[in-house]
Structures are given as structure tokens and as C-alpha cells.
């Protein structure tokens, strides 16, 4: 079988209703499939105001508003007519990217019907509690995650480390590398515009912190918060740039009240955000591979983040950034005290990461997948 003769259902907890880097590369997926001539179906939860253009076929599922957080649904399976809708279309692979409530039942169809099934791991999912007060929940997470995936042929996950965690936590034993890559067009440090900085009140010799992502606690903006109060006592000269938009923006605003806020950003507006920063502080260790990171490393800036999943397999310690015990505010704290005292420090560091981001091409990264359908279903055929 050739990738051109593929058809592969894949199923996502949010497709495109809210922009995320996982459904970003989810997208870039299934785009590089149908370049290829494969047939691809995406089924997914749906609003009336999704956030972008999906890429391919999108088949609406049954789904409701999550509780306190009524901007992403949650699905509530598969109905009569999504399974006909399955079978008619005849997948000859399942890819399950969320392992909820549809992404369950999908397996339990592809079982049914001798489909093999591939699971993509975008988030850690058992790391969330930690953030609302229920970290005690966290192993149960980890079992139930371990259940589902044991369920599937194999799993792809976008990093070294996050593979690494993956199989300590005894997850599956068939697991490959499915990366991300990064538009070099939109991300470079050809983007950093002075001028708009200036526009928000930050100078050309200021040291701007940036952070980027969904204004969410599981992000660790709480971290960063406390870092850059630790800053302040210091006297450390700096200025804050926070790019993106979430429902933690208020608790984001209070805690960094020197923060200039400019909101989501997209495409080359995106680009000159990222590129006009100085450093990307990023402490978040929910990531499984860090998109921000990677984007942050091809506009030529440095990145101070967490020694977690994700990150840990993008930043070159002293080469390209820092790496930081996750909740080590003091020493988060430190890498930038160090940054804001040698600007060409800052400039190397940049450089560097600019050039290891060179290495992650789209195409070959989404071919990479394509690859791992085959060779599950010539494995079932056998």
C-alpha cells in the first residue's frame, strides 16, 4: 500500500473550535496527507464560531460545553449515525489524538472491525489537577490513560523525553516519534520590529520577557508571575510581553501588573511578537513537545523553561537557553538576572536556537506518520 491509497479516520477533541498547538499540527497532518492523495476524515467536537479554516473533511460529534471551561466541548461519543458514517467511509486506520469519551469508543469501533489504531499524545493530561487543587487525582489519571492506550497499536509522541516518561509510566510498548515543526516564513528573526515595541512602551535597550500561549494555569503562569516578582525585588530592569488570550488573564494581569498585553496573534503579527522579545520565559510542564518553544528558538530568541517533557529535548543547556527545575522561581529568576546583564550573551543564545530550529521541516515530520499507518496495517494484514 502507498500513502496515496490510505484512508485514515482521525479523531480530535478539538479539531479547530479554539486554536492550539495541538490541533495546528493536527491540521498540518491531515494537509500533508491530502497533498499526498490520501482520503482523510476528521471527526471532532464543533461550535458555530470555530477559530480557523479546518484542513479536510470535518464530521460534526455529539458534544457539550465543559464545566467552567465553556470555551472547549467535550464529547459525549458516537452516535448511530457517526458509526454509519464510519463505515461507510472504511477507514483503513484510526488515528485517536484525545483519549476522551469519542476517542474511546473509536477504539472500541476500530476493534470491532479490525482496524488498527494509532494514538497521538499531545498534552499531559494527568498533570492538570496539580493546577486546580487536586493533584492527589494524578495516578488515577495515569491508570486511566494506561488503559486506553494499551487499547491502541502504538503511540506517537512529539518528543525524546515525553517518549521517555511515557514508557516509565508503563503507557505501551510500541511508541515512535511524531515531532513538530515550525514556518520558517512566519517564524525568524527577520520579524523583530523595533518600532512596534516602542509602540508598547518597550525601548530598544529594555529586556522583554515573553510569554506565549493560553492565558491558562496550566501553563504555569503562576510561575511565571512569581518569577518576575522575584525580579522586581532583585531591580532587575525588565519589561513583560504576554502574547495570547485565556480566562486566566485577569488572575495574569493583577499578579504582573508591568505586563503589556497585546492579545492573540496569528500568522505574521504572531511572527513579530515572537521575534520581538528578548527572552521567552516558558514554565510550563503540561507540554509534550513545546510549539512555543521551537517558535520561540526560530525568531532567534532564547528560552528559559522548565526541565520537563518537551522542552528538555529543544533547549541545549547554555547554548540555546536554560533549563530550570520546573518550580524554582529563584532559579528561573537567576537565567534571567544573567540574560539582562549580557545582552550578547542573549544575541549567541538566540542565534543558536535559530539554527537547531532549522532541523524541524513540516513535511518531513507529518511523513514520518504516514510511515507509522503503514506499517500498522500491513502488520494487521499479516
Partial sequence: MDVSELRVALFSGNYNYVRDGANQALNRLVDYLLRQGADVRVYSPTTDTPAFEPAGELVSLPSVPIPGRGEYQFSTGLSKEIKANLAEFDPHIVHISSPDVAGHRAATWAR???????????????????????GFIEPVFVALLRRFYHRCDAIVAPSASMIEELREQGMHHDIGTWSRGVDRHIFTPARRDLEWRRSLGIEDDDMAVGF???????KGIDIFAETMVELRKRDVPHQVLVI?????????AEKVPE???????????????????????????????GNVTLEAMACGVPVVAADATGASSLVIEGETGHLVPPRDVSAYADALTAYAADPDLRRAHGEAGARRADAFDWDTINGAVADTYLRLIAARRK
Avoid at 246 to 251: D, Q, R
Avoid at 271 to 278: F, K, N, Y
Fill in 112 to 134: 470491532a472491525h479490525d482496524k488498527p489504531v494509532l494514538a497521538s499524545v499531545h498534552t499531559r493530561f494527568e498533570t492538570y489537577p496539580r493546577y486546580y487543587g487536586f
Fill in 212 to 218: 506565549l500561549g493560553r492565558l491558562v494555569l496550566e
Fill in 244 to 252: 495570547g488570550e485565556g480566562p486566566a488573564k485577569e488572575f495574569f
Fill in 259 to 289: 505586563a503589556k498585553f497585546v492579545g492573540f496573534q496569528q500568522d505574521e503579527d504572531l511572527g513579530r511578537a515572537v521575534a520581538s522579545m528578548d527572552v521567552l520565559l516558558n514554565p510550563s510542564v503540561t507540554e509534550t513537545f
